[in-house]
């Protein structure tokens, strides 16, 4: 059975970095393109990044571009989003999904955490 | 960015009823789409990829059409269990984007 389990969330200050982390069972992580979608509360779902199998491609939305890094550890079966420079529009539940193939949508969805940017 | 416009933004509808939910993109996106189902406080589910394939263990009364810009979401006879909020997303290009979502209620 595909596990996605999302850490991680929390209180943070605007201005402030937060280290989100996914970790990954039940299927092999290291032949998947994985993603980050949040949704912020009351609010629709909005694609935050992508990551290719070996890390070599990237992608992300032009809202947090420079300031977010996405990432993963194979050996791990971990995905990772280095959240820094938070603002308050950033309050989202954050999910980690899987990608079926390059350039598709997700197929498996993990539960969310909640990051919240507040002072 | 490519936008998805979709409609309407929210309907109520009764057990049994046929539920036609549509997706409009800014421009042709070939049938790169797929369709979500949300429930609150919950992840959303995947139903329908490249817009009209039906993903592994969705009942058969989902099902999706459409290519180029215009695309829909069918409920042939809605349950209980499918009040939910629906959401398409475009995967042609980066970045990838939803529709605002379509909210189905009880009527």
């Known amino acids: 059975e595909v596990q996605l389990v999302e850490s991680g969330g929390g209180l943070v200050q605007p201005g402030g970095s937060l280290r989100l982390s996914c970790a990954a069972s039940?299927?092999?992580?290291?032949?998947?393109?994985m993603s980050w979608v949040r949704q912020a509360p009351g609010k629709g779902l909005e694609w935050v990044a992508n990551?290719?199998?070996?890390?070599?491609?990237?992608y992300y939305v032009d809202s947090v571009k420079g300031r977010f890094t996405i990432s993963r550890d194979n050996a791990k079966n971990s995905l990772y989003l280095q959240m820094n420079s938070l603002r308050a529009e950033d309050t989202a539940v954050y999910y980690c999904a899987r990608l079926p193939q390059a350039n598709t949508g997700p197929d498996y969805w993990g539960q969310g955490t909640l990051v919240t940017v507040s002072s | 960015a490519i936008q998805m416009t979709q409609s309407p933004s929210s309907l109520s509808a009764s057990v049994g009823d046929r539920v036609t939910i549509t997706c409009r993109a800014s421009q042709g996106i070939r049938n790169d789409l797929g369709w979500y189902q949300q429930k609150p406080g919950k992840a959303p589910k995947l139903l329908i990829y490249a817009a009209s394939s039906l993903q592994s263990g969705v009942p058969s009364r989902f099902s999706g059409s459409g290519s180029g810009t215009d695309f829909t979401l069918t409920i042939s006879s809605l349950q209980p269990e499918d009040f939910a909020t629906y959401y398409c997303l475009q995967d042609y290009n980066y970045p990838l984007t939803f529709g605002q979502g379509t909210k189905v209620e009880i009527k």
């Open positions: 990551i290719k199998q070996d890390g070599s491609e990237k």
């Open positions: 039940g299927f092999t992580f290291s032949s998947y393109w």
